[in-house]
């Protein structure tokens, strides 16, 4: 696992799902499966390799969202969103 410095402890659970997405990194975008989401981020599973800092947008449940990789472990990355989502919005997504 790889971490860009800024790991640290969850502010906020982290609910699992297996929702399809499309992550936009570069202007390139390809598809991954949110493994698990919060309202600070989403666990992504990612074919494609993303680096650690790098900026990406997730397009998930009709939502779009800005993030920040924060560590790459394999076809695993861990996203911290740069807004945040809502409580609400959380469970909007999870229950769709």
């Known amino acids: 696992m790889q971490?860009?410095?800024?790991?640290?402890?969850?502010?906020?659970?982290?609910?699992?799902l297996f929702l399809p997405g499309e992550m936009i990194v570069r202007g390139a975008s390809s598809r991954v499966h949110l493994l698990n989401l919060s309202t600070g981020?989403?666990?992504v599973h990612a074919p494609t390799p993303v680096s650690p800092g790098s900026s990406?947008?997730?397009?998930?449940?009709?939502?779009?969202?800005?993030?920040r990789v924060a560590w790459v472990d394999g076809q695993r990355a861990g996203l911290c969103f740069t807004t945040p989502l809502s409580?609400?919005?959380?469970?909007?997504?999870v229950a769709a």
């Open 3 to 16: 971490l860009d410095g800024t790991h640290h402890q969850r502010r906020s659970p982290r609910l699992k």
């Open 41 to 43: 981020g989403a666990l």
């Open 56 to 67: 990406v947008i997730i397009h998930f449940a009709r939502e779009a969202r800005a993030a």
């Open 87 to 93: 409580d609400e919005g959380v469970r909007q997504v």
